[in-house]
T-cell receptor, first 107, second 114 residues
Framework: KNEVEQSPQNLTAQEGEFITINCSYSVGISALHWLQQHPGGGIVSLFMLSSGKKKHGRLIATINIQEKHSSLHITASHPRDSAVYICAVRSNYQLIWGAGTKLIIKP | ETGVTQTPRHLVMGMTNKKSLKCEQHLGHNAMYWYKQSAKKPLELMFVYSLEERVENNSVPSRFSPECPNSSHLFLHLHTLQPEDSALYLC?????????????FGPGTRLLVL
């Protein structure tokens, strides 16, 4: 069992829908990252969290340390949000990666 | 643009070839990383360099050989690869090697081994 689990693995939604991607982990962490990988491979770091909530534009990331769970939300989703979203946690100087959630937003 | 560039973007090679992947970061960072991303698998950390010294090697086969001549450049030398080595190879850098550092990724090199 992977130490970082993401759900769902695949998600298809209509433009404008509110999107939630979940990440659960089983190890002690010092930080959690959400990243976005576009078709073709480029990866962009979206958020780094150690507690609470962060917001950037239409993206919101939350983390609950006690429950070992984080969520990434996208409001007013748009086709350009289509990408793979990856959760990664820092634990004892290691970076442990989730398998990613493939998001497709249809016009 | 993240400030991390990788060349080539695509590479096709035979199992007997020798090739090198190049990564360059323009961010003044001190730590650099090589990752492998295979289809439908999580990213795998291959090598970590801090101030040009290798600090981590996650049991990578010897047919992959990293080189870090200075803090801005990182190479991955490839020789006698296997078809299962076909993957996306990503380079990343961070300011320091630390548990809360954000890593900045290059666009990756998509490698196909025939």
């Amino acid at each position: 069992k992977n130490e970082v689990e993401q759900s769902p693995q695949n998600l298809t939604a209509q433009e404008g829908e509110f999107i939630t991607i979940n990440c659960s982990y089983s190890v002690g962490i010092s930080a959690l990252h959400w990243l976005q990988q576009h078709p073709g491979g480029g990866i962009v770091s979206l958020f780094m969290l150690s507690s609470g909530k962060k917001k950037h534009g239409r993206l919101i990331a939350t983390i609950n340390i006690q429950e070992k769970h984080s969520s990434l939300h996208i409001t007013a989703s748009h086709p350009r949000d289509s990408a793979v979203y990856i959760c990664a946690v820092r634990s004892n100087y290691q970076l442990i990666w989730g398998a990613g959630t493939k998001l497709i937003i249809k016009p | 643009e993240t400030g991390v560039t990788q060349t080539p973007r695509h590479l096709v090679m035979g199992m007997t070839n020798k090739k090198s992947l190049k990564c360059e970061q323009h961010l003044g960072h001190n730590a650099m990383y090589w990752y492998k991303q295979s289809a439908k698998k999580p990213l795998e950390l291959m090598f970590v360099y801090s101030l040009e010294e290798r600090v981590e090697n996650n049991s990578v086969p010897s047919r992959f050989s990293p080189e870090c001549p200075n803090s801005s450049h990182l190479f991955l030398h490839l020789h006698t690869l296997q078809p299962e080595d076909s993957a996306l190879y990503l380079c990343a850098s961070s300011q320091e090697l630390g548990s809360a550092e954000t890593q900045y990724f290059g666009p990756g090199t998509r490698l196909l081994v025939l």
